[in-house]
Nanobody, 120 residues
Framework: QVQLVESGGGLVQPGGSLRLSCAAS????????MGWYRQAPGKEREWVAT???????NYAESAKGRCTISRDNAKNTVYLQMNSLKPEDTAVYYC??????????????WGQGTQVTVSS
């Protein structure tokens, strides 16, 4: 059974920092691209950041300069460090895993999400 479990969300003041974690099990972690997405109330789910199987990173424009995605293959865990948080960062953050070599309809998984609230 594949499982992605996010943690680290919570309430933080504007300008504060938060580090999200996503622990994966049931997959060969090092073979997967890992990503973070978020969904705010009334809005579509949007992509935040991706880290490839070899550690290359990409960020949405809203995340550049403030967020850092990283992975620890020994721990089967991907992280999202978020700094200078703004109220508009408030959302449920989801962890995503994709195996690009898998057949269509296979090799894509999502976590349950963790709530991030940025408010004074």
């Amino acid at each position: 059974q594949v499982q992605l479990v996010e943690s680290g969300g919570g309430l933080v003041q504007p300008g504060g920092s938060l580090r999200l974690s996503c622990a994966a099990s049931g997959i060969i972690f090092s073979r997967y691209y890992m990503g973070w997405y978020r969904q705010a109330p009334g809005k579509e789910r949007e992509w935040v950041a991706t880290i490839t199987s070899v550690g290359a990173t990409n960020y949405a424009e809203s995340a550049k300069g403030r967020c850092t995605i990283s992975r620890d293959n020994a721990k089967n865990t991907v992280y999202l460090q978020m700094n200078s948080l703004k109220p508009e960062d408030t959302a449920v953050y989801y962890c995503n895993a994709v195996n690009l070599r898998a057949e269509a309809g296979r090799g894509t998984y999502w976590g349950q999400g963790t709530q991030v609230t940025v408010s004074s």
